[in-house]
Nanobody, 122 residues
Framework: QVQLVESGGGLVQAGGSLRLSCAAS????????AGWFRQAPGKEREFAAA????????DYADSVKGRFTISRDNNKNMVYLQMNSLKPEDTAVYYC???????????????WGQGTQVTVSS
């Protein structure tokens, strides 16, 4: 059983950086693809980034490509999202997600964290 807990959210000025962390429980985490979704106020959840179980493959939404970097450390059961050049439109609750097997860019992930708030001021 894999459970996810996000941390690292907060308030940052536009152009700044923030690093989100996701702590995963479960010894089988290395067999799970992981990722990050986000949900802005009044909007649907949207895909942001994903990473394969080994970390060898990644995928990003066009809106964050070149600014965000997803990574993982399976020895520590951690997933990270480094967010640079943040924009006010990045303001959202960010959710860490995981699923057994390969990464997906849709919402078909079986495990979801509780979310962490990221607010980018202009």
């Amino acid at each position: 059983q894999v459970q996810l807990v996000e941390s690292g959210g907060g308030l940052v000025q536009a152009g700044g950086s923030l690093r989100l962390s996701c702590a995963a429980s479960g010894r089988t985490f290395s067999t799970y693809a992981a990722g990050w979704f986000r949900q802005a106020p009044g909007k649907e959840r949207e895909f942001a980034a994903a990473i394969s179980p080994s970390g060898s493959s990644t995928d990003y939404a066009d809106s964050v490509k070149g600014r965000f970097t997803i990574s993982r450390d399976n020895n520590k059961n951690m997933v990270y999202l480094q967010m640079n050049s943040l924009k006010p439109e990045d303001t959202a609750v960010y959710y860490c997600v995981a699923r057994y097997g390969s990464l997906r860019t849709d919402g078909l992930y079986s495990k979801w964290g509780q979310g962490t708030q990221v607010t980018v001021s202009s």
